[in-house]
T-cell receptor, first 113, second 118 residues
């Protein structure tokens, strides 16, 4: 199993609440990513980072924000959750120099009621 | 921008038989990586096999092999001797060889749900 961890696995929260989804990896990877997986299972890149203090928006526009203060940590924050944010969120990481495979966490299933 | 198409939303195969999952992609790049990922019901995405576009030889990993047709932009996955543990969503994915400039990361197809019949 890959050394990348997401917490919580499941979260049910009310509209308007602020939430942070945690993602940590112990592989020393520079690159980290957040994907959103909709109910139809398709994955879309919403954020990525090349290293500390680097964050970029992905292909799919998202109201979430990310930060990268430490190499191993890449949290995603929603300031005010809405039902449209209900989805599966997958975190991934990969090496910087070798642009090959990504390792994924187990995901966070978010439900906003 | 690259696109990845998986035209089979669901496939079913008898245990011990062979199944092929289809994937086509569109790109203007000449060098890139292609992947097949497996997502079991536990939800953690696992790499099954990868192919470098500059390699003509098809990648093989035990019971899993690919048929990579670069000119046709086709990248199918063959699973031989299917096992119950192979049941999962399978995603085809594309990744540019060169990072930087625009969004980085994998471009996924919509997935194929593979059912293994005992």
């Amino acid at each position: 199993e890959a050394d990348i961890y997401q917490t919580p696995r499941y979260l049910v929260i009310g509209t308007g609440k602020k939430i942070t989804l945690e993602c940590s990896q112990t592989m020393g990877h520079d690159k980290m990513y957040w994907y959103q997986q909709d109910p139809g299972m398709e994955l879309h890149l919403i954020h990525y980072s090349y290293g500390v203090n680097s964050t970029e928006k992905g292909d799919l526009s998202s109201e979430s924000t990310v930060s990268r203060i430490r190499t191993e940590h890449f949290p995603l924050t929603l300031e005010s959750a809405r039902p449209s944010h209900t989805s599966q969120y997958l975190c991934a990481s990969s090496e910087r120099q070798d642009n090959t495979e990504a390792f994924f966490g187990q995901g966070t299933r978010l439900t906003v009621v | 921008a690259q696109t990845v198409t998986q035209s089979q939303p669901e496939m079913s195969v008898q245990e011990a038989e062979t199944v092929t999952l289809s994937c086509t992609y569109d790109t203007s790049e000449s060098d890139y990586y292609l992947f097949w990922y497996k997502q079991p019901p536990s939800r953690q995405m696992i790499l099954v096999i990868r192919q470098e576009a500059y390699k003509q030889q098809n990648a093989t990993e035990n019971r899993f092999s690919v048929n990579f047709q670069k000119a046709a932009k086709s990248f199918s996955l063959k699973i031989s001797d299917s096992q119950l543990g192979d049941a999962a969503m399978y995603f085809c994915a594309y990744r540019s060889l060169y990072s930087g400039g625009g969004a980085d990361g994998l471009t996924f197809g919509k997935g194929t749900h593979l059912i293994i019949q005992p």
